[in-house]
Protein backbone atom coordinates (compact mmCIF):
# COMPACT_ATOMS: atom_id res chain seq x y z
CA UNK A 1 0.00 0.00 0.00
CA UNK A 2 1.04 3.56 -0.54
CA UNK A 3 1.98 5.36 2.59
CA UNK A 4 -0.71 6.79 4.53
CA UNK A 5 -0.06 9.09 7.83
CA UNK A 6 -2.71 8.46 10.83
CA UNK A 7 -2.71 10.61 13.55
CA UNK A 8 -3.02 8.32 16.79
CA UNK A 9 -4.10 9.30 20.33
CA UNK A 10 -4.48 7.39 23.47
CA UNK A 11 -6.41 9.14 26.46
CA UNK A 12 -6.19 7.54 30.37
CA UNK A 13 -9.50 8.52 32.15
CA UNK A 14 -9.69 8.95 35.83
CA UNK A 15 -13.89 7.32 36.03
CA UNK A 16 -15.87 5.87 38.67
CA UNK A 17 -18.48 3.26 38.56
CA UNK A 18 -22.04 4.25 37.94
CA UNK A 19 -20.79 8.10 37.75
CA UNK A 20 -22.06 8.78 34.46
CA UNK A 21 -21.94 12.54 34.78
CA UNK A 22 -18.11 12.62 35.22
CA UNK A 23 -17.31 9.57 32.84
CA UNK A 24 -19.04 11.50 30.29
CA UNK A 25 -17.15 14.74 30.84
CA UNK A 26 -14.31 13.05 31.00
CA UNK A 27 -14.64 10.93 27.46
CA UNK A 28 -15.96 14.36 26.43
CA UNK A 29 -12.73 16.07 27.27
CA UNK A 30 -10.80 13.77 25.52
CA UNK A 31 -12.68 13.59 22.21
CA UNK A 32 -12.85 17.53 22.45
CA UNK A 33 -8.99 17.52 22.88
CA UNK A 34 -8.79 14.95 20.03
CA UNK A 35 -10.29 16.78 17.72
CA UNK A 36 -8.45 20.23 18.40
CA UNK A 37 -5.12 18.35 17.69
CA UNK A 38 -6.46 16.74 14.36
CA UNK A 39 -6.50 13.13 15.74
CA UNK A 40 -7.59 10.42 13.41
CA UNK A 41 -8.14 7.63 15.65
CA UNK A 42 -8.64 7.97 19.13
CA UNK A 43 -8.92 5.26 21.95
CA UNK A 44 -10.21 5.41 25.39
CA UNK A 45 -10.07 2.43 28.05
CA UNK A 46 -11.38 -0.22 28.83
CA UNK A 47 -15.14 -0.14 30.26
CA UNK A 48 -14.66 3.24 30.78
CA UNK A 49 -18.49 4.75 29.69
CA UNK A 50 -19.53 2.55 33.75
CA UNK A 51 -16.14 2.25 34.67
CA UNK A 52 -14.38 -1.23 34.89
CA UNK A 53 -15.37 -1.54 38.89
CA UNK A 54 -18.85 -2.24 38.72
CA UNK A 55 -18.74 -5.50 39.67
CA UNK A 56 -22.36 -7.46 39.64
CA UNK A 57 -24.10 -4.53 38.12
CA UNK A 58 -22.71 -5.48 34.99
CA UNK A 59 -25.54 -8.36 35.39
CA UNK A 60 -28.30 -6.13 35.79
CA UNK A 61 -30.38 -5.94 32.16
CA UNK A 62 -31.09 -2.15 32.51
CA UNK A 63 -27.91 -0.97 33.28
CA UNK A 64 -26.40 -2.28 30.04
CA UNK A 65 -29.47 -0.08 28.36
CA UNK A 66 -28.55 2.88 30.47
CA UNK A 67 -25.01 1.99 29.24
CA UNK A 68 -26.31 1.96 25.72
CA UNK A 69 -27.90 4.88 26.08
CA UNK A 70 -25.08 7.32 26.91
CA UNK A 71 -22.65 5.72 24.18
CA UNK A 72 -25.24 7.39 21.78
CA UNK A 73 -24.86 10.52 23.51
CA UNK A 74 -21.05 9.75 22.70
CA UNK A 75 -21.26 9.10 19.25
CA UNK A 76 -23.14 12.67 18.66
CA UNK A 77 -19.79 14.37 19.83
CA UNK A 78 -17.63 11.93 17.15
CA UNK A 79 -17.51 14.45 14.62
CA UNK A 80 -14.79 14.04 11.53
CA UNK A 81 -13.29 11.73 14.34
CA UNK A 82 -12.97 8.15 14.89
CA UNK A 83 -13.42 7.25 18.63
CA UNK A 84 -12.83 3.97 20.02
CA UNK A 85 -14.15 3.00 23.97
CA UNK A 86 -15.05 0.03 26.08
CA UNK A 87 -18.74 -0.88 27.24
CA UNK A 88 -20.30 -4.08 28.11
CA UNK A 89 -23.28 -5.45 25.81
CA UNK A 90 -25.88 -8.02 27.02
CA UNK A 91 -27.20 -9.98 24.22
CA UNK A 92 -29.74 -12.90 25.46
CA UNK A 93 -27.94 -14.33 28.89
CA UNK A 94 -24.04 -13.36 28.26
CA UNK A 95 -22.79 -10.09 28.70
CA UNK A 96 -19.72 -9.19 26.58
CA UNK A 97 -16.83 -6.71 27.35
CA UNK A 98 -16.74 -4.65 23.74
CA UNK A 99 -14.68 -2.43 22.31
CA UNK A 100 -17.14 0.02 20.11
CA UNK A 101 -15.92 1.59 17.08
CA UNK A 102 -17.45 5.14 16.50
CA UNK A 103 -16.31 7.01 13.17
CA UNK A 104 -18.11 10.38 11.88
CA UNK A 105 -21.21 10.09 14.46
CA UNK A 106 -21.93 6.50 13.17
CA UNK A 107 -21.93 3.13 14.91
CA UNK A 108 -19.02 0.89 12.76
CA UNK A 109 -19.02 -1.99 15.38
CA UNK A 110 -18.76 -3.90 18.37
CA UNK A 111 -15.06 -6.05 19.17
CA UNK A 112 -15.92 -8.34 21.84
CA UNK A 113 -12.99 -9.47 24.72
CA UNK A 114 -12.01 -12.92 24.00
CA UNK A 115 -9.63 -13.91 27.37
CA UNK A 116 -11.07 -12.77 30.45
CA UNK A 117 -8.95 -12.05 33.40
CA UNK A 118 -9.53 -14.61 36.11
CA UNK A 119 -6.35 -14.61 38.50
CA UNK A 120 -5.25 -12.52 41.01
CA UNK A 121 -7.52 -9.58 41.80
CA UNK A 122 -9.55 -10.41 38.42
CA UNK A 123 -13.35 -12.08 38.72
CA UNK A 124 -14.38 -11.31 34.85
CA UNK A 125 -15.98 -14.85 33.92
CA UNK A 126 -18.43 -13.92 36.93
CA UNK A 127 -19.36 -11.39 34.79
CA UNK A 128 -18.75 -11.47 30.74
CA UNK A 129 -18.59 -14.38 28.16
CA UNK A 130 -15.49 -14.66 26.56
CA UNK A 131 -16.00 -14.08 22.36
CA UNK A 132 -14.93 -17.15 20.29
CA UNK A 133 -12.03 -16.22 17.79
CA UNK A 134 -13.21 -15.64 13.85
CA UNK A 135 -16.79 -14.87 14.66
CA UNK A 136 -18.71 -12.41 13.26
CA UNK A 137 -22.79 -11.85 14.45
CA UNK A 138 -25.53 -9.19 14.49
CA UNK A 139 -27.07 -8.02 17.68
CA UNK A 140 -30.19 -5.55 17.77
CA UNK A 141 -30.23 -2.38 20.07
CA UNK A 142 -32.82 -0.02 20.02
CA UNK A 143 -34.35 -1.23 16.73
CA UNK A 144 -31.18 -1.11 15.15
CA UNK A 145 -28.50 -4.13 14.34
CA UNK A 146 -24.73 -3.46 14.83
CA UNK A 147 -21.99 -6.29 13.95
CA UNK A 148 -20.16 -7.68 16.90
CA UNK A 149 -16.99 -9.96 17.23
CA UNK A 150 -13.57 -10.79 15.51
CA UNK A 151 -13.84 -7.55 13.19
CA UNK A 152 -11.04 -6.17 11.18
CA UNK A 153 -11.71 -2.13 11.05
CA UNK A 154 -10.30 0.38 8.47
CA UNK A 155 -9.28 3.69 8.51
CA UNK A 156 -7.92 5.72 5.62
CA UNK A 157 -6.82 2.32 3.99
CA UNK A 158 -5.49 1.03 7.51
CA UNK A 159 -6.51 -2.54 8.41
CA UNK A 160 -6.88 -2.13 12.41
CA UNK A 161 -8.15 -4.29 15.14
CA UNK A 162 -8.20 -4.90 18.63
CA UNK A 163 -6.96 -6.94 22.11
CA UNK A 164 -8.73 -5.85 24.88
CA UNK A 165 -6.46 -5.84 27.86
CA UNK A 166 -6.48 -9.78 29.15
CA UNK A 167 -6.26 -10.69 25.42
CA UNK A 168 -2.98 -9.74 24.82
CA UNK A 169 -1.06 -11.23 27.79
CA UNK A 170 -2.54 -14.72 26.53
CA UNK A 171 0.05 -17.14 23.81
CA UNK A 172 -2.75 -17.04 21.74
CA UNK A 173 -3.71 -13.78 21.27
CA UNK A 174 -5.73 -12.16 19.10
CA UNK A 175 -2.65 -10.30 17.39
CA UNK A 176 -1.54 -14.00 16.28
CA UNK A 177 -4.55 -13.70 13.70
CA UNK A 178 -4.78 -10.21 13.08
CA UNK A 179 -1.41 -10.24 11.20
CA UNK A 180 -1.83 -12.73 8.18
CA UNK A 181 -5.14 -10.61 7.84
CA UNK A 182 -3.32 -7.52 7.02
CA UNK A 183 -4.06 -5.59 10.19
CA UNK A 184 -1.14 -2.87 10.13
CA UNK A 185 -2.56 -1.34 13.47
CA UNK A 186 -3.34 -3.00 17.17
CA UNK A 187 -5.64 -1.14 19.75
CA UNK A 188 -5.48 -2.24 22.92
CA UNK A 189 -8.33 -0.27 25.24
CA UNK A 190 -7.63 -1.46 28.90
CA UNK A 191 -8.18 -1.71 32.81
CA UNK A 192 -4.52 -3.01 34.07
CA UNK A 193 -4.43 -2.84 37.60
CA UNK A 194 -0.97 -1.10 39.03
CA UNK A 195 1.28 -3.44 40.67
CA UNK A 196 4.87 -2.54 41.45
CA UNK A 197 7.23 -2.98 38.75
CA UNK A 198 4.46 -4.16 36.49
CA UNK A 199 4.51 -0.67 34.40
CA UNK A 200 7.78 -3.09 32.92
CA UNK A 201 5.75 -5.97 31.99
CA UNK A 202 3.26 -3.95 29.79
CA UNK A 203 5.49 -0.93 28.21
CA UNK A 204 7.53 -4.58 26.96
CA UNK A 205 4.33 -6.40 26.07
CA UNK A 206 3.58 -3.69 23.76
CA UNK A 207 6.63 -3.27 22.32
CA UNK A 208 7.62 -6.65 21.75
CA UNK A 209 4.18 -7.21 20.21
CA UNK A 210 4.48 -4.21 17.85
CA UNK A 211 7.76 -5.56 16.39
CA UNK A 212 6.65 -9.56 16.39
CA UNK A 213 3.71 -8.25 14.31
CA UNK A 214 5.08 -5.46 12.21
CA UNK A 215 2.41 -3.35 13.61
CA UNK A 216 1.71 0.01 14.81
CA UNK A 217 0.24 -0.65 18.68
CA UNK A 218 -2.06 1.95 20.51
CA UNK A 219 -2.38 1.07 24.33
CA UNK A 220 -4.57 2.86 26.74
CA UNK A 221 -5.63 2.17 30.17
CA UNK A 222 -7.53 3.86 32.89
CA UNK A 223 -6.11 5.82 35.98
CA UNK A 224 -6.42 6.35 39.39
CA UNK A 225 -8.37 4.95 41.84
CA UNK A 226 -11.41 4.04 40.44
CA UNK A 227 -13.64 2.18 42.85
CA UNK A 228 -11.81 1.49 45.93
CA UNK A 229 -9.35 -1.19 46.14
CA UNK A 230 -7.57 -1.22 43.00
CA UNK A 231 -5.56 1.98 41.42
CA UNK A 232 -5.06 2.04 37.63
CA UNK A 233 -1.16 4.34 36.49
CA UNK A 234 -3.26 5.43 33.03
CA UNK A 235 -0.46 4.65 30.73
CA UNK A 236 -0.37 5.09 27.24
CA UNK A 237 1.79 3.93 25.08
CA UNK A 238 1.99 4.15 20.89
CA UNK A 239 4.66 1.26 19.45
CA UNK A 240 5.94 0.72 16.01
CA UNK A 241 8.17 -1.92 14.87
CA UNK A 242 9.76 -2.21 17.78
CA UNK A 243 10.47 1.23 18.77
CA UNK A 244 8.81 3.18 21.58
CA UNK A 245 7.15 6.49 20.12
CA UNK A 246 4.91 8.07 23.06
CA UNK A 247 4.83 7.03 26.36
CA UNK A 248 2.94 9.37 28.92
CA UNK A 249 3.84 10.19 32.68
CA UNK A 250 1.73 7.53 34.82
CA UNK A 251 0.03 8.44 38.33
CA UNK A 252 -0.98 11.71 37.56
CA UNK A 253 -3.83 13.81 39.58
CA UNK A 254 -5.31 14.80 36.02
CA UNK A 255 -9.06 13.45 34.53
CA UNK A 256 -7.77 12.94 31.79
CA UNK A 257 -4.34 12.72 30.18
CA UNK A 258 -4.05 12.20 26.40
CA UNK A 259 -0.81 11.49 24.31
CA UNK A 260 -0.65 11.49 20.41
CA UNK A 261 1.58 10.62 17.69
CA UNK A 262 1.43 11.05 13.73
CA UNK A 263 2.12 7.35 12.67
CA UNK A 264 3.12 6.46 8.90
CA UNK A 265 1.77 3.06 7.63
CA UNK A 266 3.25 1.93 4.24
CA UNK A 267 5.96 -0.71 3.18
CA UNK A 268 8.75 0.59 5.04
CA UNK A 269 7.19 3.17 7.57
CA UNK A 270 9.29 6.50 8.54
CA UNK A 271 9.72 6.06 12.24
CA UNK A 272 11.04 9.35 12.81
CA UNK A 273 10.75 9.94 16.92
CA UNK A 274 11.45 7.07 19.78
CA UNK A 275 12.01 7.21 22.86
CA UNK A 276 15.21 5.17 22.83
CA UNK A 277 15.96 4.54 27.14
CA UNK A 278 13.90 4.23 30.10
CA UNK A 279 15.24 4.42 33.84
CA UNK A 280 15.22 1.85 35.41
CA UNK A 281 11.90 1.43 38.05
CA UNK A 282 12.36 2.61 41.69
CA UNK A 283 9.33 0.64 43.34
CA UNK A 284 9.84 3.46 46.35
CA UNK A 285 8.84 6.07 43.93
CA UNK A 286 6.17 4.06 42.22
CA UNK A 287 4.66 3.30 45.21
CA UNK A 288 4.65 6.86 46.56
CA UNK A 289 2.95 8.02 43.16
CA UNK A 290 0.12 5.18 43.63
CA UNK A 291 -0.66 6.12 47.43
CA UNK A 292 -0.59 9.46 46.94
CA UNK A 293 -3.50 9.19 44.00
CA UNK A 294 -5.04 6.27 45.25
CA UNK A 295 -5.70 8.28 48.45
CA UNK A 296 -6.56 11.45 47.12
CA UNK A 297 -9.55 9.70 44.90
CA UNK A 298 -10.94 7.63 47.27
CA UNK A 299 -11.03 10.78 49.46
CA UNK A 300 -12.79 12.79 46.80
CA UNK A 301 -14.86 10.25 45.57
CA UNK A 302 -16.36 9.32 48.96
CA UNK A 303 -17.13 12.99 49.04
CA UNK A 304 -15.09 12.96 52.79
CA UNK A 305 -13.52 16.39 54.10
CA UNK A 306 -9.77 14.60 54.57
CA UNK A 307 -8.46 12.25 56.99
CA UNK A 308 -7.91 11.41 60.54
CA UNK A 309 -4.91 9.34 62.15
CA UNK A 310 -4.42 7.59 65.41
CA UNK A 311 -0.82 8.51 65.04
CA UNK A 312 1.11 6.14 67.71
CA UNK A 313 4.70 7.68 66.55
CA UNK A 314 5.67 3.81 64.95
CA UNK A 315 6.32 3.06 61.48
CA UNK A 316 3.13 2.25 59.92
CA UNK A 317 1.25 5.49 61.39
CA UNK A 318 3.97 7.50 60.32
CA UNK A 319 4.38 6.09 56.84
CA UNK A 320 0.27 6.97 56.56
CA UNK A 321 0.98 10.51 57.54
CA UNK A 322 3.56 11.17 54.94
CA UNK A 323 1.41 9.79 52.34
CA UNK A 324 -1.33 11.75 53.26
CA UNK A 325 1.26 14.93 53.19
CA UNK A 326 2.99 13.80 50.25
CA UNK A 327 -0.91 13.57 48.66
CA UNK A 328 -1.03 16.86 48.82
CA UNK A 329 2.48 17.74 47.65
CA UNK A 330 2.37 15.67 44.17
CA UNK A 331 -1.34 17.02 43.48
CA UNK A 332 -0.46 20.54 43.83
CA UNK A 333 2.17 19.78 41.55
CA UNK A 334 -0.04 18.46 39.23
CA UNK A 335 -2.83 20.94 38.98
CA UNK A 336 -2.34 23.70 40.97
CA UNK A 337 -3.34 25.02 44.05
CA UNK A 338 -6.66 26.00 42.56
CA UNK A 339 -7.30 22.97 40.89
CA UNK A 340 -5.94 20.48 43.74
CA UNK A 341 -8.23 22.47 45.42
CA UNK A 342 -10.79 22.61 43.67
CA UNK A 343 -10.86 19.32 42.84
CA UNK A 344 -10.67 18.35 46.48
CA UNK A 345 -14.56 18.76 46.87
CA UNK A 346 -13.71 20.02 50.56
CA UNK A 347 -12.93 23.95 50.22
CA UNK A 348 -15.13 27.07 49.87
CA UNK A 349 -14.61 29.84 48.17
CA UNK A 350 -12.70 31.75 51.07
CA UNK A 351 -10.38 28.50 51.50
CA UNK A 352 -9.48 28.71 47.15
CA UNK A 353 -8.81 32.48 47.85
CA UNK A 354 -7.00 32.04 51.05
CA UNK A 355 -4.60 28.97 49.41
CA UNK A 356 -3.77 31.23 46.40
CA UNK A 357 -2.75 33.73 48.59
CA UNK A 358 0.51 31.99 50.22
CA UNK A 359 3.68 31.62 48.71
CA UNK A 360 4.20 27.78 47.29
CA UNK A 361 6.72 27.28 50.77
CA UNK A 362 3.98 27.35 52.71
CA UNK A 363 0.70 26.63 50.93
CA UNK A 364 1.20 22.38 50.71
CA UNK A 365 1.74 22.51 54.98
CA UNK A 366 -1.41 24.66 55.15
CA UNK A 367 -3.71 22.34 52.96
CA UNK A 368 -2.03 19.81 54.88
CA UNK A 369 -3.72 21.36 58.01
CA UNK A 370 -6.56 21.23 56.89
CA UNK A 371 -6.51 17.67 55.21
CA UNK A 372 -4.96 15.83 58.01
CA UNK A 373 -5.46 15.52 62.07
CA UNK A 374 -3.92 13.13 64.32
CA UNK A 375 -3.82 12.37 67.67
CA UNK A 376 -1.43 10.57 69.92
CA UNK A 377 -3.04 8.23 72.66
CA UNK A 378 -0.63 7.36 75.31
CA UNK A 379 -0.64 4.96 77.72
CA UNK A 380 1.15 4.03 81.44
CA UNK A 381 2.90 1.74 78.56
CA UNK A 382 3.99 4.52 76.10
CA UNK A 383 7.51 5.70 75.67
CA UNK A 384 8.67 9.43 75.39
CA UNK A 385 10.40 8.18 72.38
CA UNK A 386 7.21 7.26 70.38
CA UNK A 387 5.50 10.44 71.45
CA UNK A 388 8.31 12.40 70.56
CA UNK A 389 8.13 10.58 67.22
CA UNK A 390 4.47 11.42 66.16
CA UNK A 391 4.71 14.86 67.39
CA UNK A 392 7.39 15.56 65.70
CA UNK A 393 6.48 14.10 62.48
CA UNK A 394 2.84 15.93 62.65
CA UNK A 395 4.49 19.63 63.11
CA UNK A 396 7.09 19.02 60.43
CA UNK A 397 4.07 17.86 57.42
CA UNK A 398 1.64 20.72 59.16
CA UNK A 399 -0.76 18.48 60.41
CA UNK A 400 -3.09 19.03 63.26
CA UNK A 401 -1.75 17.15 66.52
CA UNK A 402 -4.01 16.39 69.37
CA UNK A 403 -2.43 14.05 72.27
CA UNK A 404 -4.06 12.55 75.42
CA UNK A 405 -3.91 9.19 77.72
CA UNK A 406 -6.66 6.71 77.63
CA UNK A 407 -5.29 5.11 81.40
CA UNK A 408 -8.72 6.30 82.68
CA UNK A 409 -10.69 4.62 80.39
CA UNK A 410 -8.60 1.10 80.64
CA UNK A 411 -9.11 1.17 84.35
CA UNK A 412 -12.76 2.04 83.66
CA UNK A 413 -13.09 -1.49 81.61
CA UNK A 414 -10.79 -3.17 83.22
CA UNK A 415 -12.34 -2.66 86.73
CA UNK A 416 -15.76 -3.51 85.65
CA UNK A 417 -14.44 -6.86 84.43
CA UNK A 418 -12.42 -7.63 87.55
CA UNK A 419 -16.15 -6.93 89.64
CA UNK A 420 -17.95 -9.14 87.40
CA UNK A 421 -15.39 -12.00 87.52
CA UNK A 422 -14.56 -11.53 91.52
CA UNK A 423 -10.73 -11.25 90.64
CA UNK A 424 -7.78 -8.64 89.47
CA UNK A 425 -6.70 -9.01 85.87
CA UNK A 426 -3.01 -10.06 85.96
CA UNK A 427 -0.13 -9.81 82.94
CA UNK A 428 0.48 -13.29 84.09
CA UNK A 429 -2.87 -14.45 83.51
CA UNK A 430 -4.63 -12.32 80.93
CA UNK A 431 -1.68 -10.89 78.91
CA UNK A 432 -4.05 -10.78 75.60
CA UNK A 433 -6.87 -9.20 77.32
CA UNK A 434 -5.03 -6.67 79.01
CA UNK A 435 -3.16 -5.68 75.32
CA UNK A 436 -6.37 -5.59 73.54
CA UNK A 437 -8.11 -3.06 75.88
CA UNK A 438 -5.97 -0.41 75.45
CA UNK A 439 -6.20 -0.80 71.34
CA UNK A 440 -9.51 -0.72 71.40
CA UNK A 441 -9.85 1.98 74.06
CA UNK A 442 -8.43 4.10 71.36
CA UNK A 443 -10.93 3.67 68.72
CA UNK A 444 -13.86 5.35 70.28
CA UNK A 445 -12.22 8.93 70.38
CA UNK A 446 -10.25 8.94 67.18
CA UNK A 447 -13.87 7.75 64.91
CA UNK A 448 -15.50 10.80 66.96
CA UNK A 449 -12.77 13.03 65.67
CA UNK A 450 -13.51 11.52 61.86
CA UNK A 451 -17.15 11.71 62.81
CA UNK A 452 -16.68 15.94 63.47
CA UNK A 453 -14.52 16.51 60.59
CA UNK A 454 -16.29 14.21 58.23
CA UNK A 455 -13.37 12.65 57.29
CA UNK A 456 -11.69 9.06 56.88
CA UNK A 457 -9.64 7.47 59.43
CA UNK A 458 -7.08 5.62 58.15
CA UNK A 459 -6.15 2.38 59.47
CA UNK A 460 -2.35 1.58 59.75
CA UNK A 461 -2.25 -2.43 59.56
CA UNK A 462 0.31 -3.46 57.21
CA UNK A 463 0.27 -6.84 55.22
CA UNK A 464 2.88 -8.79 57.61
CA UNK A 465 0.48 -8.14 60.34
CA UNK A 466 -2.58 -9.01 58.16
CA UNK A 467 -1.18 -12.24 57.85
CA UNK A 468 -0.79 -13.46 61.43
CA UNK A 469 -3.07 -11.24 62.96
CA UNK A 470 -1.14 -9.21 64.81
CA UNK A 471 -3.67 -6.47 65.00
CA UNK A 472 -6.75 -5.73 67.86
CA UNK A 473 -10.12 -5.95 65.90
CA UNK A 474 -12.03 -3.07 66.58
CA UNK A 475 -8.50 -1.47 67.76
CA UNK A 476 -6.16 -0.51 65.45
CA UNK A 477 -7.84 -2.17 63.16
CA UNK A 478 -10.43 0.51 63.05
CA UNK A 479 -10.87 2.71 59.82
CA UNK A 480 -12.60 3.86 56.78
CA UNK A 481 -9.40 2.79 54.37
CA UNK A 482 -6.48 0.92 55.08
CA UNK A 483 -3.84 2.12 53.16
CA UNK A 484 -0.81 0.17 53.65
CA UNK A 485 -2.04 -3.19 54.44
CA UNK A 486 -0.96 -4.37 50.95
CA UNK A 487 3.02 -3.64 51.67
CA UNK A 488 5.10 -5.86 53.92
CA UNK A 489 6.58 -4.36 57.19
CA UNK A 490 10.61 -4.89 55.98
CA UNK A 491 9.29 -2.67 52.50
CA UNK A 492 7.66 0.08 54.94
CA UNK A 493 10.79 0.09 57.15
CA UNK A 494 13.29 1.30 54.12
CA UNK A 495 10.49 3.23 52.55
CA UNK A 496 10.39 5.21 55.84
CA UNK A 497 14.20 5.38 55.10
CA UNK A 498 13.65 6.14 51.57
CA UNK A 499 10.87 9.05 52.37
CA UNK A 500 13.18 10.93 54.54
CA UNK A 501 16.27 11.06 52.87
CA UNK A 502 15.06 11.29 49.00
CA UNK A 503 12.27 13.35 49.41
CA UNK A 504 12.84 15.03 52.61
CA UNK A 505 10.39 14.29 55.30
CA UNK A 506 13.37 14.84 58.44
CA UNK A 507 10.44 14.25 60.73
CA UNK A 508 10.31 10.70 60.10
CA UNK A 509 14.42 10.95 61.82
CA UNK A 510 12.76 9.67 64.91
CA UNK A 511 10.32 6.54 63.87
CA UNK A 512 13.42 5.32 61.33
CA UNK A 513 15.26 4.78 64.68
CA UNK A 514 13.13 3.06 66.53
CA UNK A 515 12.36 -0.58 66.92
CA UNK A 516 8.99 -1.42 66.34
CA UNK A 517 6.54 -2.14 68.97
CA UNK A 518 3.21 -2.33 69.57
CA UNK A 519 3.69 -0.52 73.48
CA UNK A 520 0.64 -2.30 74.87
CA UNK A 521 3.08 -4.74 77.68
CA UNK A 522 4.64 -2.83 80.61
CA UNK A 523 7.60 -1.44 79.56
CA UNK A 524 9.91 -3.47 81.91
CA UNK A 525 9.32 -6.12 79.40
CA UNK A 526 11.24 -4.37 76.39
CA UNK A 527 8.15 -5.62 73.95
CA UNK A 528 8.76 -5.50 70.15
CA UNK A 529 7.00 -7.03 67.20
CA UNK A 530 9.62 -9.35 66.22
CA UNK A 531 10.04 -10.84 69.89
CA UNK A 532 6.13 -11.25 69.74
CA UNK A 533 6.05 -13.27 66.26
CA UNK A 534 9.60 -14.06 64.64
CA UNK A 535 11.73 -11.62 62.76
CA UNK A 536 9.97 -9.36 59.83
CA UNK A 537 11.65 -10.97 56.79
CA UNK A 538 10.99 -14.60 57.77
CA UNK A 539 7.70 -13.98 58.20
CA UNK A 540 7.44 -12.02 54.81
CA UNK A 541 9.69 -15.30 52.73
CA UNK A 542 7.35 -17.88 54.60
CA UNK A 543 3.99 -15.50 53.18
CA UNK A 544 5.36 -15.10 49.67
CA UNK A 545 5.91 -18.37 49.65
CA UNK A 546 2.72 -19.87 51.20
CA UNK A 547 0.40 -18.03 49.19
CA UNK A 548 2.02 -16.41 45.92
CA UNK A 549 4.23 -19.29 45.22
CA UNK A 550 1.74 -21.34 46.70
CA UNK A 551 3.87 -24.32 48.36
CA UNK A 552 2.60 -26.58 51.57
CA UNK A 553 4.11 -25.54 54.51
CA UNK A 554 6.75 -29.03 54.02
CA UNK A 555 7.94 -27.44 50.79
CA UNK A 556 8.15 -23.52 52.46
CA UNK A 557 10.49 -25.43 54.96
CA UNK A 558 12.61 -27.00 52.65
CA UNK A 559 13.01 -23.72 50.73
CA UNK A 560 13.75 -21.76 53.68
CA UNK A 561 16.12 -24.24 55.21
CA UNK A 562 18.22 -24.46 51.31
CA UNK A 563 18.25 -20.91 51.88
CA UNK A 564 19.86 -20.82 55.09
CA UNK A 565 17.64 -17.97 56.33
CA UNK A 566 18.48 -19.76 59.84
CA UNK A 567 18.75 -22.29 62.11
CA UNK A 568 16.61 -25.68 60.78
CA UNK A 569 14.97 -25.77 64.60
CA UNK A 570 14.08 -22.01 64.79
CA UNK A 571 12.66 -22.17 60.97
CA UNK A 572 10.30 -25.38 62.42
CA UNK A 573 8.65 -23.10 64.65
CA UNK A 574 8.39 -20.05 62.48
CA UNK A 575 6.95 -21.69 60.00
CA UNK A 576 4.62 -23.58 62.62
CA UNK A 577 3.63 -20.49 64.26
CA UNK A 578 3.24 -18.78 60.91
CA UNK A 579 0.20 -21.10 59.56
CA UNK A 580 -1.18 -21.46 63.28
CA UNK A 581 -1.62 -17.48 63.13
CA UNK A 582 -2.44 -17.90 59.30
CA UNK A 583 -5.33 -20.13 59.98
CA UNK A 584 -7.03 -18.86 63.15
CA UNK A 585 -6.90 -15.31 62.16
CA UNK A 586 -8.94 -15.25 59.08
CA UNK A 587 -11.66 -13.82 60.43
CA UNK A 588 -9.42 -10.50 60.98
CA UNK A 589 -8.75 -10.58 57.44
CA UNK A 590 -12.51 -10.88 56.22
CA UNK A 591 -13.28 -7.54 58.10
CA UNK A 592 -10.51 -5.15 57.88
CA UNK A 593 -11.00 -2.03 56.37
CA UNK A 594 -10.57 -1.26 52.14
CA UNK A 595 -7.33 -1.85 51.11
CA UNK A 596 -5.05 -0.68 48.08
CA UNK A 597 -4.17 -3.37 45.68
CA UNK A 598 -0.22 -2.61 45.60
CA UNK A 599 1.95 -5.06 45.23
CA UNK A 600 1.97 -8.17 42.57
CA UNK A 601 -0.15 -9.95 45.71
CA UNK A 602 -2.28 -8.94 48.37
CA UNK A 603 -4.06 -10.97 51.02
CA UNK A 604 -7.41 -9.40 51.17
CA UNK A 605 -10.47 -11.92 50.56
CA UNK A 606 -12.13 -9.67 48.36
CA UNK A 607 -9.45 -8.91 46.09
CA UNK A 608 -6.60 -11.58 45.40
CA UNK A 609 -6.79 -14.13 48.30
CA UNK A 610 -9.65 -15.92 49.54
CA UNK A 611 -9.51 -18.80 52.45
CA UNK A 612 -12.30 -20.12 54.87
CA UNK A 613 -12.81 -18.65 58.12
CA UNK A 614 -13.03 -22.11 59.50
CA UNK A 615 -10.60 -24.65 58.67
CA UNK A 616 -8.42 -27.58 59.61
CA UNK A 617 -5.77 -25.33 60.19
CA UNK A 618 -3.03 -27.33 58.80
CA UNK A 619 -2.86 -29.81 61.46
CA UNK A 620 -1.46 -32.73 59.55
CA UNK A 621 0.82 -30.76 57.18
CA UNK A 622 2.61 -29.08 60.46
CA UNK A 623 2.78 -32.58 62.01
CA UNK A 624 4.79 -33.40 59.16
CA UNK A 625 7.59 -30.94 60.38
CA UNK A 626 8.63 -32.64 63.42
Do not use: H
Given at each position: MEETKLILAGAALNQTPLDWEANLLNIRSAILEAATRNVDILLLPELCITGYGCEDMFLHPWFAEETFEKLLQVKEWCDNITVCLGLHVIIGQDVFNTACVIKNKEIVGFTAKQFLARDGIHYEPRWFTPWPANVVEEFEMKGKRYPIGDIIYEEKGVKFAFEICEDAWRPNRPAERHMPKGVQLILNPSASHFALSKTDLRHRLVVEASKKYQCAYLYANLLGNESGRVIFDGEVLIAQ???????????????????????CFGENPKIEETIEYLPPIDENAELIAALSLALFDYMRKSRSRGFVL????GADSSCC???????????VDSLGVTGFVTKARMFSLKDVEYFESLSQDHVVQALVGRMLTCAYQGTINSSDETYTSAKKLAESIGAVFHDWTIDEEVKGYTSKIEKAIKRDLTWEQDDITLQNIQARVRAPAIWMLANINYALLLATSNRSEAAVGYATMDGDTAGSIS????????FIRQFLIWMQEELGYLGLD??????PTAELRPASESQTDEKDLMPYEILNMIERLAWY??????????????DKVAPTQALKEHVHKFYTLWSRNQWKRERYAPSFHLDDYNLDP?????????????????????
Open positions: NGKLIRRNELLCFKDVDLECAEVSLSGAVAVAEMVRRGPIAGIDKTYVNNLQDRLSPKQVLDRLVARSWLRYPILSGGFREELDQLK
